[in-house]
């Protein structure tokens, strides 16, 4: 069977015994029902696996005692920093959860002309809040052991203006560049753009170029937001990364 890993939001390198946070708590005593003595991984985003021994559990509250520590990294050689136009329903979560998978690091929601999806005040934090909790899940699920971080939602217009080393690029149509026929990458990797389902607006467009954004085209067909996000990833990975 497999062992659950466990993601603890505080530095454990000191630590010789802990107790898990409340949402981690409930999944290991109420969801798992797991009992004293069973074993569990816990990661702290430093890069660092902790194999730990249950010593207490109830439905609220489960402490462990730390067995060791170890180096473990599953980060690619690429830094990848999508900039994802917020989508509607479910398809947001299943961008980032997939996207954490595939070893983006940093995601940032962005709102367009074109984006149907509505948010502000609360709703909004509550909604950031959760899409961390998603990726947090996914590196739970995938073994990765730093959390990429899900940043405030910004306008597009000021994300695309942000100083970054990066690599820009943004997908059109009537790209020159594919993916595999671009130069190679800088060390601090892509900074990757991907409209909303409507796409960006003409006036949008000439902002990513006078941003010096570079459009690239992922093949004749045209994708849903979800899955050209989850394919230009898969593809700058395969080409620059650990695929």
């Given at each position: 069977?497999?062992?659950?890993r466990?993601?603890?939001?505080?530095?454990?390198?000191?630590?010789?015994?802990?107790?898990?946070?409340d949402?981690?708590?409930?999944?290991?005593?109420?969801?798992?029902?797991?009992?004293?003595?069973?074993?569990?991984?816990?990661?702290?985003?430093?890069?660092?696996?902790?194999?730990?021994?249950?010593?207490?559990?109830?439905?609220?509250?489960?402490e462990?005692?730390?067995?060791?520590?170890?180096?473990?990294?599953?980060?690619?050689?690429?830094?990848?920093?999508?900039?994802?136009?917020?989508?509607?329903?479910?398809?947001?979560?299943f961008?980032?959860?997939?996207?954490?998978?595939?070893?983006?690091?940093?995601?940032t929601?962005?709102?367009?002309?074109?984006?149907?999806?509505?948010?502000?005040?609360?709703?909004?934090?509550?909604?950031?809040?959760?899409?961390?909790?998603?990726?947090i899940?996914a590196?739970?699920?995938?073994?990765?052991?730093?959390?990429?971080?899900?940043?405030?939602?910004?306008?597009?217009?000021?994300?695309?203006?942000?100083?970054d080393?990066?690599?820009?690029?943004n997908l059109?149509?009537?790209?020159?560049?594919?993916?595999?026929?671009?130069p190679n990458?800088p060390?601090?990797?892509v900074?990757?753009l991907?409209g909303?389902?409507?796409?960006?607006?003409?006036?949008?467009?000439?902002?990513?170029?006078?941003?010096?954004?570079?459009?690239?085209?992922?093949?004749?067909?045209?994708?849903?937001t979800?899955?050209?996000?989850?394919?230009?990833?898969?593809?700058?990975?395969?080409?620059?990364?650990?695929?």
């Open positions: 069977m497999r062992i659950p466990i993601y603890h939001p505080e530095n454990l390198e000191s630590q010789t015994h802990c107790q898990l946070s949402d981690a708590a409930n999944h290991v005593g109420r969801v798992l029902r797991m009992q004293a003595g069973e074993l569990i991984e816990l990661f702290d985003g430093t890069n660092y696996i902790y194999p730990a021994r249950i010593t207490q559990a109830s439905k609220k509250t489960v462990v005692e730390i067995l060791e520590r170890e180096f473990a990294d599953r980060e690619s050689p690429l830094p990848i920093h999508l900039g994802q136009v917020i989508s509607r329903g479910d398809r947001m979560e961008t980032i959860q997939k996207s954490v998978e595939l070893g983006v690091n940093v995601i929601p962005l709102w367009s002309e074109r984006c149907g999806v509505k948010l502000d005040g609360e709703r909004l934090d509550k909604k950031i809040q959760q899409w961390q909790k998603i990726a899940a590196c739970e699920q995938c073994g990765r052991n730093v959390v990429p971080e899900i940043r405030p939602m910004m306008k597009l217009q000021d994300w695309c203006a942000e100083n080393d990066a690599l820009k690029l059109h149509p009537r790209a020159k560049y594919s993916i595999k026929t671009l990458i060390a601090a990797g900074r990757l991907i909303s389902e409507g796409g960006l607006s003409p006036q949008e467009i000439a902002q990513t170029e006078q941003q010096g954004f570079t459009e690239i085209l992922l093949g004749p067909r045209v994708l849903r979800e899955t050209a996000a989850l394919t230009a990833i898969t593809a700058l990975q395969v080409c620059f990364g650990d695929l």
